[in-house]
């Protein structure tokens, strides 16, 4: 995923800056940057934070920047902010988001003259470079923001610093959040809602799907009015949003309470407990409880001290494993026990199916599984919500799989449907294979009512398919 804030300040803005930036460390694993203009121009830093906190690698950073503008972003991939220098004249940039059509952008970028991109670790182009290319090629800077939002297929949110104030531009569809504060003397923009309030920030506004603002210090300016059709990522409640942010207006936490309740409602099973997956799944958790009244309880605990949220590796095998060392159980809680637990979601399974070993090791009679989404069956297309490469590292994708072999898109429709034999029976070939004593999923109808804004604003194309 990736989060980002932005200061733009009569005063300095690092340490508002600094903080507002750490505040987003629950949104990505690998590089972090701030990048902020003053008195002494362009300045920078970037680090890796898979192995040490944000504010760790940065502290020393923050007595040394100067300036009265900037941009800060935590990143999943790619080291940013990038330094620009072209004919719109010198910039930093930073984006969120995913460009599945890169390789056709740089080819295109290459033809119209562009000599060299700059190649990352991987073996890829940093997709922060080429939207600076892309804006690079029209005469003013918000052309070349519209010209981005226009040509990449798939989602980027840019915050763009220049000499005398700030870019922020929402993705087309508004996927993901750009949330602007004011305080006497500065604004900010920012992906989290709550990153501001400790800074001395109020809500100022919530910027449209595709909408473009310039930030100064004296205010906010909108130079690209937003558009009609917005399609904000579901995940962003379900799963990725701290609990303390709202987005259209609808608190995380909240939601998540209503998410477990409306789960409680189509259940049938009495366990002795009700628990959620830290972190993620508490919530949820505790808005079923309190509908069923079966107690809540926390039969393991997250170890965060030395195992925080950023060192989390990108190989699959590493990630189970840390996932799987952060747990330590309350056997008190957990041996004789029927336990009902709730995660956000289930992708692969694998950390899930471990999960549930670990607690019949530890003594559980019953494990009953309700995720607070539904099957998730496609890999997203526009926000690297899953490290999947293919749409069959999907648990429910693989069960399908060797139910009926390469499946047609109308197949797919029928097992995305909670009313179907398919599903029904999809669901019990899961269970079988992560060990569950009973699973049940949330309907996606029941989920979009937990969120409450219109379906039609929703991004659900992971679990339907429908764009």
């Known amino acids: 995923m990736g989060g980002f804030f932005a200061v733009a300040s009569k005063e300095s803005c690092v340490l508002d800056l600094f903080f507002g930036t750490d505040y987003h460390s629950h949104l990505g694993t690998r590089r972090a940057g701030m990048a902020v203009y003053g008195k002494k121009g362009f300045d920078r830093a970037i680090h890796n934070i898979q192995n040490s906190p944000f504010r760790t690698k940065f502290e020393r950073d923050a007595e040394d920047l100067e300036g009265n503008l900037g941009i800060g972003c ?11 220098n072209s004919h719109l004249g010198s910039f930093a940039i930073t984006t969120v988001g995913k460009i599945n059509n890169a390789e056709q952008l740089v080819d295109e970028c290459f033809k119209l ?18 939207t600076a290319a892309l804006i690079n090629q029209k005469s003013s800077i918000v052309e070349g923001l519209r010209y981005v939002q226009e040509r990449v297929d798939g989602s980027l949110t840019v915050l763009l610093l220049t000499t005398t104030g700030i870019y922020a531009a929402r993705d087309r569809l508004g996927r993901t959040p750009v949330i602007i504060g ?6 900010c923009a920012s992906f989290e809602s709550f990153a501001y309030l400790n800074l001395g920030y109020e809500d100022y506004k919530e910027l449209g799907p595709g909408e473009i603002v310039f930030i100064t210090p004296e205010g906010v300016e909108t130079v690209g009015e ?12 379900v799963y ?6 709202c987005y259209e207006g609808v608190n995380v936490e909240a939601m998540r309470y209503e998410c477990g309740r409306l789960l409680a409602t189509r259940d049938n099973v009495y366990p002795d407990s009700v628990a959620g997956v830290p972190d993620s799944g508490t919530a949820h958790a505790i808005g079923y409880s309190n509908e069923s009244r079966i107690p809540f309880a926390r039969p393991f605990i997250k170890y965060t001290p030395t195992w925080p ?10 990630r189970n494993l840390i996932a799987r060392m952060k747990l330590i159980p309350v056997h008190k809680l957990i041996k004789g026990k029927h336990l009902l637990l709730i995660d956000d979601s289930i992708v ?8 549930t070993e670990f607690l019949y090791q530890s003594g559980a009679k019953e494990v009953h599984i309700r995720p607070a989404c539904p099957p998730i069956m496609f890999g997203c297309k526009y926000l690297n919500f899953s490290r999947s490469s293919s749409d069959l590292d999907l648990i429910a994708r693989r069960v399908i799989l060797k139910r009926e072999g390469e499946p047609t898109k109308e197949m797919l429709e029928d097992y995305a449907d909670p009313d179907s034999q398919n599903y029904q029976e999809m669901i019990e070939d899961i269970r079988k294979e992560l060990n569950f ?31």
């Open 437 to 467: 004593t009973t699973l049940r999923y949330h309907r996606l109808d029941d989920m979009i009512q937990s969120i409450g804004i219109s379906p039609c604003k929703l991004c659900t194309y992971c679990w339907n398919g429908k764009e």
């Open 182 to 187: 004011r305080k006497e003397g500065a604004f």
């Open 309 to 318: 949220r950023s060192f989390m590796p990108v190989n699959q095998e590493q």
């Open 74 to 84: 935590i990143s999943d991939f790619e080291p940013q902010p990038l330094l620009v």
């Open 113 to 130: 003259g562009h000599t060299h991109f700059l190649e990352m670790s991987g073996g890829t182009i940093n997709p922060t470079e080429i």
């Open 226 to 237: 937003p558009g009609k059709e917005m399609k904000i990522c579901s995940f962003l409640w």
């Open 240 to 245: 990725y949003g701290y609990p303390t942010s």
């Open 348 to 355: 692969r399974g694998t950390q899930l199916r471990e999960t």
